[in-house]
């Protein structure tokens, strides 16, 4: 912090899309010129949706100083640098790169792209860009949580020594209700998968980070428990949750419910995974436990701001998994907030995702996660799908 | 929210006070108008310290148009309708005071004053300034935890039937090293009084606000138990947090590390309490159960979205306090957020306490909770000094 | 172990009593030859009720050769070495007077009686016994529990350092329904106490026992929330719970359902009590924090077989309480039974208790805890009674 | 319970082995006629072992009237009627072959033998015994934990609707120490299998057994981390607990040290599994959660007196988990034992296992779960195998 900060350069940041992650990421914006150490003075220019009356209202809402109905006129701008990607899977990659290809800084929701072709194509217009100077991100926002941060941290220290296995879950229930309708989330051609995207995309990506291993194959099967839903009702207003309302008339389901795998790590270790929808009860159960010869971590989001840590090197009799509230200003991104025990939300971590954004383009270096990074993780979910639908025989990546 | 949102009239708004509760606050301030329905265009005028360069540091950081050395000349100002005073408990009845004859609407943070007789005169003032449409509000901003509100819904409603007993802690430990130092909090003459105002108002508060009882007498001691310390090193900087530098003087401290003491509600409640910042391991440890004679509801703030809930009219076969996350849309303050599972944080409820405070403004009622409750916690910490210091016999209130 | 185990010294045992302690004590001596490291063959000669069929079918059902309707005989046979006292707090005195003056080792239930001045005529009993040989103990089992054990160890192993706070509450709700009856526990005369007595008694044998200090004083209040009840139905059977059957008539209630106090250690420390039978939802809530200089630790006997224990002197970044799984060998007790997480349930620590009984008679040395030390207890009784009786001021003990 | 219960049949019981389950099985079979309605008079006539010495000893030590090294010589006694085999799994079939031949009862310990050869050999064997009245038992006992026995009655009673997943993992970590010695659980030719045989087999259990859904296919991995361990010392005196002494040579370990595999129910369900002894920090974590249409339930037998329960059909605003303590007399089992809250450990579900194994004696009904279904658990066990050999392909079982 510094009287100084005012003397920042400008950047210009415009988003694409203003439904859920358009709420997190508008407010995340807001924030990172005030918390930490800036970078930029943010100006947030435009907020870009397919309808201009509604996008037009959520500018409004969130903060934005337009709201357009076309994402194109947004790359053309010369006071935009950074493109904020927000929108369904389906249209990542027509976005991103021409937003790369027009020389802007670029940050994606995940899972990057609706397949693996797409994110192939979106690596290779990042690689070309990075080679201008163009920044692109893959917002992998748990990677930010702390208590993740501080598990990684761990790992990396050695203090869990050679990791061995992993077990990896994400429990949701939000489509129970046979009668939950028919949004883009479980239209293939929109989201490109179900859960297994969704979500599983979080804890392939997790695991990885936490663990330094890449996944070299996996096994695994997939499920749709509700085979027809009722099609979505026409939308009014925004729409910052995952709810929707449905009308009378029916369609297919064409993405999974849940998915359940298995695969082993570049580095020995055996990792089991399940995403699911269909776990009544669990809210955002994103729960990840790593063993390893010497220490274990586990981690539950229903309980972000807690890291329970096995240190194997205590005595027997003294020992046990202890809960770190993974709220002390060493822990990563914690000195940005508050004191010990004040704990952080869903939302803070999108401000450290923008932190480690905007800071790479400071330093001139490319962010991480990178395009590849995200590409990588798609390929774990396509071999996912190979696998479920070849007898769920073990399927490189 | 709507395209109609640029046309609310707009708030000037100015803070006093730059330290933990400036940074909490201007993160609040930042975040009212673009959360739920906003009521105000806000504007974040400035923000006062005793230093110049320190206040114009943290007025750039923490987002304010400008930062000033002197509060009183904010009082002056046209263009400045609210004061937020976020300073020590010695200086609030001043700055309230004088806000108030001056018609500007006063947000003061809590204990509302360093004693009986300032928060006496200063809820005087606000009954004065209401009648003149000028409102006021203690900001005991753990009201505004969802969990907490849904466990007061839950006795309004019925739903633990007699309330008989409520046991409240709030255990910290930021000071268990000795040499941590003698900062404003630890000298009576500051803040009134060490571990029962700052966190014991915040207990007794969260007790009878869950209840809608009032004390009606208490009975207790204090304990101090690093009598002597280093006396604080000059500041440079902001300082977000509790921490601080020692030197290499001592000094006595003046306050209570830890305060126990018990009392009845005007319902018939027998309530225990303890605020102590010396229960090792314990950062934030703000618990309260309340149990009935037909459920009970139980809160640890380290745990802040979720609420146990026993409701005692279930077959007792399958019954069993129920960890409800406080999540839900239905929850309050939780429609301005996110889905589901995805919780919030140490901050979000200071926005609620805005919104409710800014609601207040514009629909020209008095906010709740008042100068008057303000000043009723202060009478109970009174008590329980009294209490202290008479052998702890039983006090009225 | 050993073949020799069958040369081991014959001991009669005898229990008065055969209700919900019946059953468990019953549990322990048909177990206590067989695990660990016998010191005695233990007949159980005989089992004495006040109804000679209902004490005859016990005997059978919990395998004891005899049942008797007259204690006094069983003092008179040369086949009985041990008298187990199990009934209620009236007649704790008679029984344990009059079998140690016959020479019977004597353990005994908690409270050690009714009042104080019994207390002291058995604890006289036991000094001149003793002198004799012949050994007491008052039966507070929750010593026994390992992870109470541990606890105590870590404090004495100095790893809490000075041990300043202490928080103790015992939670049940067995009679939140008004209709349950007013069995004898309900009733001043037969049992001396309600909660406080029952299960504060438990709560501050365990304070003093962890931490190593005693009571100096105490400032305390009563409740009574239901103050009439049904009378209890002739009752037919045995009864192993705490369960009964309510008749049409109603009495008064002479006896607390909370006591709510707090005192000072010989050692400094602050503690805190709650005992309460009021708690709705909490079944045997016994829980117990210490916070000392160093560290802290945490029980709850709902959870008996974890112990949580916060080392202070970890780095702060990767700290919190552990959750120590009671169950490895080295924790007291445990290598008794089962390997490490293969957890303990209510009864065996009555395993533990009767093994320190039969070893310190082995070793002609006077077990733990003596009956001096229910009398001590049952002086912290009385004096929170006074207290609360006497506008809560604190009291001397 | 009555005065009658001295005219109950004498059961002449004689168990083979006298290590972990040794000790567990005795201190069973010493209660359970004291306990609930006990149907026998049970006279524990015998215990035998491979050692003469070492089998007296522990036949003293565990409360039988005699040891003896000859199994077979048990089988030829008149005053023997039942046979409890508590031995490595490479000699149950032909123990329990021989003793149903010989018309005796028998309980064998799980898993049932040590492939499915065996397996099926010993469930003709018990077929062809039942024709004549003579019953066998296959002893999984987690089936007895009240808990677990809830959470099928809430599936019974349809309170999870259609049953959908399952997630179970039992995670132990007594082999981490690549010091630990090559006992014989893990040598394949003594124990047939490693973790995915001894812990593997009862989560398939408890999973099947609550769902009422039997595995129709399954794919699955396994891994052995640590492949040489040091050879076991010759081993002096009884070893109630699973550890052991290492010699100076090395051997092979021969069996998995975790295994993982997911698979379907017959009633739709997708189960997966893990069962690992390498789980760093997790002493006997048997967990298995299931979700349903309408609830979902979750136990973790380190918090062995708990069932979380969701109630799906309960307002959202209001609903989570709740934790049931299963120590309420309607829960299974517990009327045997003690009050609400009063908790049971590892051997009282055993206990529950002989009432069940002794009742179906007295009641000429064949008792559950059978051999026939631990034949089916050992047909899960190979599929498991057989995946995992064959690149994890879904094996039908």
């Known amino acids: 912090m510094s009287a100084d900060q005012n003397a920042l350069p400008e950047l210009g940041v415009a988003v694409v899309g203003h439904s859920f992650m358009g709420a997190v990421h508008s407010h995340a914006w807001r924030s990172v010129d005030h918390v930490g ?22 500018a ?40 790369l290809e027009a020389g802007k800084h670029v940050i994606c929701e995940k899972p990057l792209a609706k397949d693996v072709a797409e994110a192939r194509r979106m690596t290779e217009a990042a690689q070309a860009a990075a080679a201008k100077g163009v920044r692109s991100m893959v917002a992998f ?58 979500i599983g995309s979080h804890i392939i990506d997790a695991a990885q980070f936490i ?32 709810g929707a309302e449905a009308s009378s008339e029916y369609g297919d389901v064409t993405v999974d419910d849940a998915a359940v795998f298995f695969g082993r790590g570049d580095g020995g270790a055996l990792m089991t995974f399940e ?51 993974a709220t ?13 025990g004040h704990g952080l939300g869903y939302d803070h971590p999108f401000v450290h995702e923008l932190q480690e954004f905007l800071g790479a383009i400071a330093d001139e270096r490319d962010p991480s996660p990178s395009f590849a990074d995200g590409l990588q993780v798609q390929q774990v979910l396509e071999a996912v799908q190979r696998s479920a639908e070849n007898d769920s025989a073990y399927t490189q990546i």
Chains 1, 2, 3, 4 share one sequence.
């Open 141 to 198: 926002n748990y990677r930010q949580v702390p208590a993740i941060g501080l598990a990684k941290q761990l790992v990396d220290a050695g203090r869990l020594g050679e990791v061995r296995q992993v077990r990896a879950v994400y429990l949701q229930d939000w489509i129970v209700d046979p009668d939950f309708p028919l949004t883009w989330r479980l239209q293939k051609d929109r989201s490109g998968a179900g859960a297994l995207g969704d």
């Open 37 to 58: 150490t800036p970078r930029f003075r943010t100006r947030r220019v435009a907020l870009a949706g397919r309808d201009a009356a509604r996008a037009q209202a959520a």
């Open 328 to 340: 002390e200003p060493e822990h990563p991104g914690v000195s940005n907030w508050w004191p010990a």
């Open 211 to 242: 663990t330094g291993q890449r996944l070299t194959g996996v096994s695994g099967t997939v499920e749709t428990f509700v085979k027809r839903r009722p099609l979505e009702a026409t939308r009014t207003g925004a729409n910052t949750g995952l």
């Open 60 to 99: 409004v809402q969130f903060g934005w100083e337009e709201g357009v109905d076309d994402w194109r006129s947004l790359i053309e701008r010369d006071d935009v640098q950074v493109i904020d990607i927000l929108t369904p899977g389906d249209s990542h990659a027509e976005i991103a790169v021409a937003a």
């Open 275 to 325: 995403a699911t929808r269909m776990a009544l009860g669990r809210k955002n159960g994103m729960r990840i436990e790593v063993n390893g010869s010497k220490g274990s971590v586990a981690f539950d989001f229903e309980s972000m701001n807690e890291l329970h840590f096995f240190d194997g090197t205590l005595p027997a009799a003294e020992n046990g998994f202890r809960r770190i509230l």
